[in-house]
């Protein structure tokens, strides 16, 4: 056991819980060599174990051909139900990979299964030895759903299902009884994900809540748009913390504009995204080309060389780049004989003319989001981009969170911040009756604000969930609270959006925090005090 981990405290928190186990190797055991055999589990769960470790999951434990893997443990993750389907989604692809590489006799193929909900993770062991694990009705249904999953498929539980719809594609396998459960459990078979960058795309599956406030912010972007129409290139950040609109704020800004007027072309990046070099450009210029999913590499070739025509840009020159950028087959001896910094030189150098080529038929804007998660190459290329853009009427629009530091960028005359703040309690109580579309208790409506401090994505997710429990009820034409409000959890929808920001505090901060939560919202500082490990300095 690690020195570090003598530190860890158990706790409680919303866990999503994998099992994973691998058919095949009895049936590969009668036909290969007992050390051959071993060589191989090990080096597929290695294969296995860096798919799970870029997407921030845990291996908790091996158990003979299965493994238990934790998202969202030891460390908080906000989006662990989206990222274990993803890892379960990429390990059955890697599986039949390492099938073809090897030939085998017998192909391997997993059966997995997910679950989210409420855990205790810490230390358990005795005086000797101990591991750090999680304990908890949750992991028990993660392995029954694993028994249920047939080989080469992802099952996955309501809870699951509900905190990742939007996301992914699903068939409804309909109860299935559980050893332990008095009454069958619903399941959910993964067919595939859904090509969506932003848990805004994801919402619109389940229809957006009416937009409110925010017309400073509208009003600020349109001033900047009419000076990039003008030639006056523009970057605008808009920074906030999750949740509170900022996704939201560009599409309303959207729905303002017309359509033959300006070219909207949006990229993102994602919570792993930092390990795959381009990846907000890559999505530019799939937008910029037309590019499909299922487009065969000759019709993507075909649609990159008409558009450079059609913006009378030498296609022999801007051919190259764009093809290795794209991962495309490259045919130009002479540009594959340059070195790696040569190579990205001349795609920076391509990507920026044909976005200012574009940009002269009509004003465009670029919108990248959750630039916090950006990979370095994007990275630089933006800054590249960014000093070209005063005389252009290209306007930049960037999406981030407050850790993110944009300090290559501040500098510049045409550079501007909107900062995205939670609402007012007035725009707050207006939102709850938007959604709810109706007169609304000033009880009910004062319990969700305060609950949620103007955090549109918590009012939102709280009111449905409250709407979903039976805690709202309607009498006649007004919305009341029905249920005792100390009864009422959080949603389990932002329960890992307020995880991860407390796993990111220092470690003295947050058992602060967690002391005097439990204490209750508000305290006197003599109480903290008492019960306070910490007394110096509080």
Known sequence: MSENNHHIESDRRLVTVMFADISGFTAISDKMDPEEVTDLMNECFRTMEACIEEHGGT????????????????????????????????????????????????PLSFHIGINTGPVVAGMV?????????????????????????????????????????????????????????????HAYRVLGP??????LEASLSKGLSPFVGRTAELQHLGRCLEQASEGHGQVVAVVGEPGVGKSRLIRQFREYLP????????????????????????????????????????SIKQKIKERITQLNMPAPQF??????????TGEDEGYLKLDAKQRRDRVFETVRLLLIAESQRRTLILVVEDLHWIDKTSEEFLSFLINSLAATRIMLILLFRPEYNPAAWVTKTFYTQIRVDQLSRETSADLVRVI????????LSDFIVARTEGNPLFIEELTHNLIENGSIKKEETRYNLSRNQADLDVPATIQGIIAAR????????KGIMQTASVIGREFAFRILQAVAILKDDL
């Open 59 to 106: 291996i908790d434990k091996f158990m003979g051909d299965c493994m238990m893997v934790l998202f969202g443990a030891p460390k908080a993750l906000e989006d662990a139900p989206h990222r274990a389907i993803e890892t379960a989604l990429e390990m059955s692809e890697s599986l039949q990979r390492f099938n073809m590489d090897k030939r085998l006799p017998v």
């Open 125 to 185: 062991g005795g005086e000797k030895k101990q591991d750090f694990t999680v304990m908890g009705d949750t992991v028990n249904l993660a392995s029954r759903m694993e028994g249920a999953a047939e080989a080469g498929t992802v099952l996955v539980s309501e809870s699951t299902f509900r905190l990742t719809e939007g996301y992914f594609d699903f068939e409804v396998m309909g109860p299935i009884a559980v050893k332990g459960k008095e009454q069958p459990v």
């Open 194 to 199: 859904r090509h969506v960058m932003t848990r």
């Open 259 to 298: 359509a033959s007027d300006y070219q909207i072309i949006e990229g993102g990046c994602i919570h792993y995204g930092d390990a795959i070099p381009y990846l907000p450009v890559l999505e530019i210029l799939r937008r910029f080309f037309d590019i499909k999913e299922d487009d065969a590499e000759p």
């Open 319 to 328: 051919l190259p780049p764009v093809h290795e950028i794209l991962s495309l």
């Open 436 to 443: 709810l579309s109706g007169e609304v208790d000033s009880t």
């Open 502 to 509: 407390l796993d990111r505090l220092e470690g003295t901060l």
